[in-house]
Each structure stands twice: as structure tokens, then as C-alpha cells.
């Protein structure tokens, strides 16, 4: 089992729709839990981190749900500049290496 | 301010050669990382640096993987002799203190994209 698991997507949505990706992680002992989104041949770019209580920036908002091992992340009114890859990210080993999901890729279309 | 910068940014080589990749991590970045993403997999990682000492470099492939950070400052990731197999996107990334323990956030380059043929 991977340690990170992502809906594969693609995500192909028309402007201001919601969308909503899941991710699951093995490690139960996981504390610290994250979202980056990768453009095109860009680098990885650090979204936001995903706290118990769930946590809202603007049109996003993440949840985790530690019985299930489960992280997910809502866009709310989708953008064009919303087309990215999403990476859901586990904080590993003893010295804050980060575990990467595969990545959904969103593509939010006119 | 400078961000993290990766030489070069695309590199063909054949089966068997040599290959040295760079990394200048944001000034002040104590630690420094070095991923890879292998094409249709995850980003994975391969070391972490703390200033010159490498603090775990469980993530290397094999011993035809070096990579060193004389100084503390820049870092070299070199493959010899690359194989088919080590095509693919090497990232680094640094941070300040334990930051991406606390926080999450490494900030990353674009990457060097290696292909080997």
C-alpha cells in the first residue's frame, strides 16, 4: 500500500464549479498533513496544511479525518488559474521529510 | 529575495555517463533536499542535508548517487553512471531551522529533468 493515496483525476470542471479531491494515508502515527499544488513544470508550491478541526483559506477549505485516514480539500467557484496538480502531503520520519501523493491534476475549463 | 535555484534545467545524457546537478537553496536555508519524481510516480525523497552534514539520506537510490554540500552552501547531486532508470525530475528544496517539520513548507526549485538514453 502507498503511504499516500490520491484520487487519480483528472478533474475537468467548467469555471465556478465545486470540486472536492480525497486523499488517504497509511501511517496512522502521521501527525502533520498538507496540501501543495504544482503548475505545469513549475515546482511544488506549499497551499495550506490541513488541521483536525478543518481550516478554510478563501475558496478552500481542507478536512482530515484521522479515524479514516483521510485528508481531502474543496475549491469552491472554481478559477482557470485553479488548473493545477494538487499533492496531498504526509510529514515523515524523524526529521520532517514530506511524503507525496501522486497528485490530482485539475484542469477548470471557460 | 532569491528562491531555491537548480542547474541545469534539462539535462540528456546517455546510459552510462555522468551527470552533476546544482542546487542553490534561499540564503540563510540551513537544510536542503533533494527529491525525485520519476515520470508517473510520486515525488520522492532521496536526502536532507542540515548545513554541510547529510542528516538522512535514506531516500538514495544506490551508491551511484552521490551528493555533497561542501560549505554548507550549494549542493551537488551527481549520478555515475546513469541508467535508464534515473530519468526523471530532480527537485530540491530548503528551509529555515526544522521548518518543514513544524510547518510543512519547503520551498522548492523548478527542478532539473534528466533524461538518459
Known amino acids: 500500500r502507498k503511504e499516500v493515496e490520491q484520487d487519480p483525476g483528472p478533474f475537468n470542471v467548467p469555471e465556478g464549479a465545486t470540486v472536492a479531491f480525497n486523499c488517504t494515508y497509511s501511517n496512522s502515527a502521521s501527525q502533520s498533513f498538507f496540501w501543495y499544488r504544482q503548475d505545469c513544470r513549475k515546482e511544488p508550491k506549499l497551499l495550506m496544511s490541513v488541521y483536525s478541526s478543518g481550516n478554510e483559506d478563501g475558496r478552500f477549505t481542507a478536512q482530515l479525518n484521522r479515524a479514516s485516514q483521510y485528508i481531502s480539500l474543496l475549491i469552491r467557484d472554481s478559477k482557470l488559474s485553479d488548473s493545477a496538480t494538487y499533492l496531498c502531503v504526509v510529514i515523515g520520519g524523524s526529521q520532517g521529510n514530506l511524503i507525496f501523493g501522486k497528485g490530482t491534476k485539475l484542469s477548470v475549463k471557460p | 529575495e532569491a528562491g531555491v535555484t537548480q542547474f541545469p534545467s534539462h539535462s540528456v545524457i546517455e546510459k552510462g555517463q555522468t551527470v552533476t546537478l546544482r542546487c542553490d537553496p534561499i540564503?540563510?536555508?540551513?537544510?536542503l533536499y533533494w527529491y525525485r519524481r520519476v515520470m508517473g510516480k510520486e515525488i520522492k525523497f532521496l536526502l536532507h542535508?542540515?548545513?554541510?552534514?547529510?542528516?538522512?539520506e535514506s531516500g538514495m537510490p544506490n551508491n551511484r548517487f552521490l551528493a555533497e554540500r561542501t560549505g554548507g552552501t550549494y549542493s551537488t547531486l551527481k549520478v555515475q553512471p546513469a541508467e535508464l532508470e534515473d530519468s526523471g525530475v530532480y527537485f530540491c528544496a530548503s528551509s529555515q531551522e526544522q521548518g518543514a517539520a513544524i510547518t510543512g513548507e519547503l520551498f522548492f526549485g523548478e527542478g532539473s529533468r534528466l533524461t538518459v538514453l
Open positions: 542535508f542540515v548545513k554541510e552534514s547529510k542528516q538522512d
Open positions: 540564503s540563510g536555508h540551513d537544510n
